[in-house]
């Protein structure tokens, strides 16, 4: 079974508009990570937020985390073409390994 | 800057075929990893590597091993090729077991 599940699945927006992304977890974990996979590529590192943090920015990109509910969030501000991707959260489990949820697929129309 | 370089990028086996998945980083990285991605499912974790030295199983280990040659190489082997290890092989590394992971690009492996 998957640590982290990714809501929504799927969702398509318009440029301009921010995009949010939902991950929820099931254990007590040491970080979470978010990742982008562009069609047919590998993955790529976003961003880091660790347990004892609760907001976090890079750029475009905001990340929360709440761990008395278990769920992070990514949110992706004034989005581009250029941001369509998976979007990966992945748990840092046990210290030694990741565990990445399905994903969610993100379509910015142009 | 090559990063996680993973060959070959495809590749098309017959069931009971063998073959050995290549991975390397340049970027002296002491953890390595091998994922699999199937549609709808994530990426999941075959075997990985928390130092040279030490190799440990994942989430789906079964048809697999691997070998971590030096702290540069990691390299993923099928024995017997089946059906069900039709996948998207991803390769990843870090420096420290806490921090975020580089990936290689892939090896799409068909069954047949």
């Known amino acids: 079974s998957q640590q982290g599940e990714e809501d929504p699945q799927a969702l398509s927006i318009q440029e301009g508009e921010n995009a949010t992304m939902n991950c929820s977890y099931k254990?007590?974990?040491?970080?979470l990570q978010w990742y982008r996979q562009n069609s047919g590529r590998g993955l790529v590192h976003l961003i880091l937020?660790?347990?004892?943090?609760r907001e976090k920015h890079s750029g475009r990109l905001r990340v929360t985390l709440d761990t008395s509910k278990k769920s992070s969030s990514l949110l992706i501000t004034a989005s581009r073409a250029a941001d369509t991707a998976s979007y990966f959260c992945?748990?840092?489990?046990?210290?030694?390994?990741?565990?990445f949820g399905a994903g969610t697929i993100l379509r910015v129309k142009s | 800057n090559a990063g996680v370089t993973q060959t070959p990028k495809f590749q098309v086996l017959k069931t009971g075929q063998s073959m050995t998945l290549q991975c390397a980083q340049d970027?002296?990285?002491?953890?390595m990893y091998w994922y699999r991605q199937d549609p709808g499912m994530g990426l999941r974790l075959i075997y990985y590597?928390?130092?040279?030295?030490?190799?440990d199983k994942g989430e789906v280990p079964n048809g697999y091993n691997v070998s971590r040659l030096n702290k540069r190489e990691f390299s993923l082997r099928l024995e017997s090729a089946a059906p069900s290890q039709t996948s998207v092989y991803f390769c990843?590394?870090?420096?420290?077991?806490?921090?975020?992971?580089?990936f290689g690009s892939g090896t799409r492996l068909t069954v047949v």
């Open positions: 970027m002296n990285h002491n953890s």
């Open positions: 254990t007590s974990i040491n970080n």
């Open positions: 992945a748990t840092d489990v046990q210290g030694n390994k990741l565990v």
């Open positions: 990843a590394s870090t420096l420290s077991v806490r921090g975020g992971y580089t």
């Open positions: 937020i660790r347990s004892n943090e």
């Open positions: 590597s928390a130092s040279e030295g030490t190799t």
